[in-house]
């Protein structure tokens, strides 16, 4: 089992630069493919980025050249570097873990509250 704990998150201004974070209690983290959705009320989660257990990286066309995800796997955590922050970037971020097959299962994170407004 793994148990997923975001942080990070803030009030920033338009512009502005924050680093989140998805610390993972248990083992096997490093075979876990990592994930970083975003939900802003009455609307469905969105995929943001994605980092594989190899280290290949995908992110959504609207973060693409303001966000960096990336992993520790010695620290068991993924991070989210967000820059550039504009005020359609604020939501809750979730931290998301998928153990691939056979044994497939997926965590979620509580959430983390980023809001950038001037």
């Known amino acids: 089992q793994v148990q997923l704990v975001e942080s990070g998150g803030a009030l920033v201004q338009p512009g502005g630069s924050l680093r989140l974070s998805c610390a993972a209690s248990g083992s096997g983290f490093s075979i876990y493919a990592m994930y970083w959705y975003r939900q802003a009320p009455g609307n469905q989660r969105e995929l943001v980025a994605a980092i594989s257990t190899g280290g290949s990286t995908n992110y959504a066309d609207s973060v693409k050249g303001r966000f960096t995800i990336s992993r520790d796997n010695a620290k068991n955590t993924v991070y989210l570097q967000m820059n550039s922050l504009k005020p359609e970037d604020t939501d809750v971020y979730y931290c998301?873990?998928?153990?691939?097959?056979?044994?497939?299962?997926?965590?979620w994170g509580q959430g983390t509250k980023v809001t950038v407004s001037s």
């Open positions: 998301n873990a998928v153990r691939p097959p056979p044994n497939s299962v997926i965590h």
